[in-house]
């Protein structure tokens, strides 16, 4: 069903919003996924703070000009939903969500690039981001990395005592 010049407007303002807020975007290409699917993972993304928003290319297209991102528009291919947050602490949330779901839905969703850090990036740079643990993560393999030298000179004293005594 066509859109009205109305609707077609208030789609782009919503997407302009959506760009100019944004502290990351995924350009995420959608076919074949049942309803159960997308609104699985919706909600996931809900959870996560993360907007999904399916919209005409061309719409898209005039949003990402206003938006005056670094670089070169990734080709958007197919049928094409944005995902996007405005978290600052958790930037890394949109392609991290789409990149798990497709995992699931390999023929049915994948990744085409997006935008992050003010900067378009490629399908490959956004999966790659994607596949950045969570923070709680980074800041746990940090803490084990600090405590790591500590606990062998526990162990090293603990054995010469126990050799001493």
Partial sequence: MAKTKEQKVAI???????????SSVVFVNFHGLS???TSEMRQNLKEKGV???????TLIGRALK??????DVPALDGEVAVSFTDSKEDSIAPARAIYDFSKKHKENISILGGVFENRFQSKEEMESI????????????????INSPIAGLAVAINAIAEKKS
């Fill in 66 to 71: 206003d938006a005056k991102f670094e670089g």
């Fill in 12 to 22: 782009l303002e919503k997407l302009q919003n959506a760009f100019k807020d944004a």
């Fill in 130 to 145: 994607a596949t950045i643990p969570p923070l709680e993560v980074l800041y746990g393999q940090f803490v084990n990395v």
């Fill in 35 to 37: 309803v159960s699917d």
């Fill in 51 to 57: 907007g999904y928003f399916v919209a005409k290319k």
